[in-house]
């Protein structure tokens, strides 16, 4: 039985590795260096964005707005850019954006009482229209500017891309945070039980807005590696992704109820989501379906994590 149990609880690792081999034998070219660094670029954009919504999520909320914010910081920036802004006060800018849209969230949530997908949804809504209206609804590229912002999306240390170093670097802080700092136990004890974590003492109002501080900041720095990967800002940035983060956070075991999971299934199900992806790019499937097949794997995934809490 504890066998049995190991094994369930590595599932979504074995079906990594069970897709990786049957597409490697169907397709060959999957296992081709040039494309293996690809995904793990595409992996880290979204898996970044993906650790602030794993902290969402742990205290039983949820962030809708995480892919606005890259929208609206993706604009803002390349427009900084564009009239001449140093590169770090561009970066700055950015990411006190993403911390006061996180802060606006936090404050709705706690003091204003409004629930998290109702709050979330309308600051998605609402930064939606404030990009399109900022931008005119156009692209902004800052490459004629003479400013180069290729280095953080682009480059490569050691023939590893930057945007991997980054996300390993946001694993590794996330991971210590939610394992080794009180600010983490308070994380998971209101995730798992509101009132007695209230009772405890913890300040549940305070540890709620640092989370959604903290969801907003990993959206811009998200925001950033993306431009800087594409060298232009599109008004429709971020468009979806906050489904790809609930996603990869929900696969790697992180409980949509609150209370369980971590950084660590999050990396495996960001991983997982992306290797999915590229497979199907790669055997020529509709873009339709593997709209299809995503959402197929997040309700799988959710109905798993309910079967097993019910057991338990």
């Avoid at 949820?62 to 001449?84: E, K, P, R």
């Avoid at 930064?127 to 682009?154: A, E, H, I, M």
């Avoid at 945070?177 to 798992?192: E, H, M, P, Q, S």
């Avoid at 974590?197 to 990993?218: C, D, F, N, P, Q």
């Amino acid at each position: 039985m504890r066998y049995w149990k190991r094994l369930k609880a590595y599932s979504v690792f074995w079906a990594l590795l069970a897709i990786i081999v049957i597409t490697s034998i169907i397709e060959p070219d999957f296992l081709n260096p040039s494309n293996l660094i690809n995904i793990v670029r595409q992996t880290s954009i979204n898996g970044i964005l993906a650790v602030g919504m794993t902290f969402v999520i742990i205290t039983g909320g949820i962030d809708l707005s995480v892919g606005a914010i890259i929208g609206i910081t993706a604009v803002v920036t390349a427009m900084c850019l564009q009239n001449g802004v140093p590169i770090p006060v561009a970066a700055l800018l950015a990411v006190a954006i993403g911390a006061a849209v996180g802060a606006i969230n936090g404050i709705g949530i706690t003091k204003g009482q409004i629930a998290p997908f109702i709050m979330t949804l309308g600051i998605m809504t609402s930064l939606r229209g404030l990009t399109y209206y900022v931008s005119n609804g156009s692209p902004q590229d800052w490459r004629n500017s003479g400013v180069d912002f290729t280095f953080l999306g682009q480059g490569t240390l050691l023939d590893i891309p930057v945007p991997v170093y980054i996300f390993v670097l946001v694993l590794l802080v996330s991971f210590y945070i939610l394992k080794y700092t009180v600010f983490g136990r308070n994380v998971y004890a209101i995730g798992d039980n509101r009132e007695a974590a209230r009772l405890s003492g913890i300040k549940i109002t305070r540890v709620e807005l640092l989370v959604y501080v903290l969801s907003g900041i990993l959206s811009a720095l998200s925001a950033l590696v993306l431009i800087s990967r594409l060298s232009t800002a599109e008004p429709t940035a971020g468009t979806g992704t906050e489904l790809d983060a609930v996603a990869m956070t929900v696969i790697g075991g992180t409980s949509i109820l609150g209370g369980a999971g971590g950084v660590g299934g999050t990396f495996v199900g960001a991983i997982l989501l992306s290797v999915i992806a590229n497979a199907l790019n790669i055997l020529n499937i509709s873009p339709f379906i593997q709209q299809v097949v995503k959402g197929l794997i997040i309700i799988a995934a959710v109905l798993m994590e309910l079967r097993n809490r019910k057991k338990n």
